[in-house]
Nanobody, 123 residues
Framework: QLQLVESGGGLVQPGGSLRLSCATS????????IGWFRQAPGKEREGVSCISYSGSTTTYADSVKGRFTISRDNAKNTVYLQMTSLKPEDTAIYYC????????????????WGQGTQVTVSS
């Protein structure tokens, strides 16, 4: 069973930056697309970004385009989400999830999920 672990969340002021990591130690991520999702209190889970297995395709929600960057280091079995110019509305629990090869926009397509990491943007 593929196990994903997120890290890097925390409290940051508006305009600040954080880098989230999604790592696994028990399986390779080489053949997996990795998506980042977030869920704020009282709201549905939404897709934030995704990267294909090769890294050649990346997608972003309109709300984060130009501010977030997804990348992967397959040698380290890790995917990153660099978040800049953070806003209070970015506050949520951020989850990474894995599926085969190519990205999908809906969370139901992803078979493996991490436990999430809290991101809070507040002054």
């Amino acid at each position: 069973q593929l196990q994903l672990v997120e890290s890097g969340g925390g409290l940051v002021q508006p305009g600040g930056s954080l880098r989230l990591s999604c790592a696994t130690s028990n399986f390779t991520l080489d053949y997996r697309a990795i998506g980042w999702f977030r869920q704020a209190p009282g709201k549905e889970r939404e897709g934030v970004s995704c990267i294909s297995y090769s890294g050649s395709t990346t997608t972003y929600a309109d709300s984060v385009k130009g501010r977030f960057t997804i990348s992967r280091d397959n040698a380290k079995n890790t995917v990153y989400l660099q978040m800049t110019s953070l806003k209070p509305e970015d506050t949520a629990i951020y989850y990474c999830a894995a599926k085969g090869y190519y990205c999908s926009g809906h969370h139901s397509s992803y078979a493996y999920w991490g436990q999430g990491t809290q991101v809070t943007v507040s002054s």
